[in-house]
């Protein structure tokens, strides 16, 4: 199983800015996955990024609200942009070994719009 | 689509007592069941998963059953500790895509 480096751990931003957050992964891993997880609730798939095509994005989730790149097969960024209070949430990156097997998580970003 | 329904919490339990945790899917295909945890301060982490039906997953005293017939995999414990206080998500990955869906997540509280 590959470790998943997360930053930063959290942020306070204030509302208009964007923040990106970055994910490296000590080896190399086909998909990574961002969640989002709101206060209270579950975890939401924002999208699944592919090194070398452009991200997949679910439903209720913009590129232009999200971008995310995928530059190689060990590290993701994902920005939060022109950010909000309904922004604030925990964002998690993640990657699975393989169909069936476990998802790994890196440690989650806690974001606070002011 | 893929869903996951939990029980809602959150649930305060005695150092001892037995825990059950529901969890029903729907879902497309045969999808892998799993059990994670996230404990205060900490990320998720797995706390058991079935690959199949009738599969049972086991870890740390926690057992979940792959019930197809019901389309279950309640989480149990026979006897639960303080150290078990966390929030506990059911969730799934179907269709070969390594997506995972999550149920809404139980807080469990166990006091001493």
């Known amino acids: 199983s590959a470790v998943i480096s997360q930053k930063p751990s959290r942020d306070i931003c204030q509302r208009g800015t964007s923040l990106t957050i970055q994910c490296q992964v000590d080896s190399q891993v086909t998909m990574m996955f961002w969640y989002r997880q709101q206060p209270g609730q579950s975890l939401t798939l924002i999208a699944t990024a592919n090194q070398g095509s452009e991200a997949t994005y679910e439903s209720g989730f913009v590129i232009d609200k999200f971008p995310i790149s995928r530059p190689n097969l060990t590290f993701s960024t994902l920005t939060v942009s022109n950010m909000s209070p309904e922004d604030s949430s925990i964002y998690l990156c993640?990657?699975?070994?393989?169909?069936?097997?476990?998802?790994?998580f890196g440690q989650g970003t806690r974001l606070t719009v002011v | 689509g893929n869903s996951v329904t939990q029980m809602e919490g959150p649930v305060t339990l005695s150092e001892e007592a037995f825990l059950t945790i529901n969890c029903t899917y729907t879902a497309t295909g045969y999808p892998s069941l799993f059990w994670y945890v996230q404990y205060p301060g900490e990320g998720l982490q797995l706390l058991l998963k079935?690959?199949?039906?009738?599969d049972k997953g086991s870890n740390k005293g926690f057992e979940a059953t792959y019930r197809k017939e019901t389309t279950s995999f309640h989480l149990e414990k026979g006897s639960v500790q303080v150290s078990d206080s966390a929030v506990y998500f059911c969730a799934l990955e179907a269709g070969g895509y390594q997506k995972v869906t999550f149920g809404t997540g139980t807080k469990l509280q166990v006091i001493p």
């Open positions: 079935a690959t199949k039906a009738d």
């Open positions: 993640s990657h699975s070994g393989g169909r069936g097997t476990e998802a790994f």
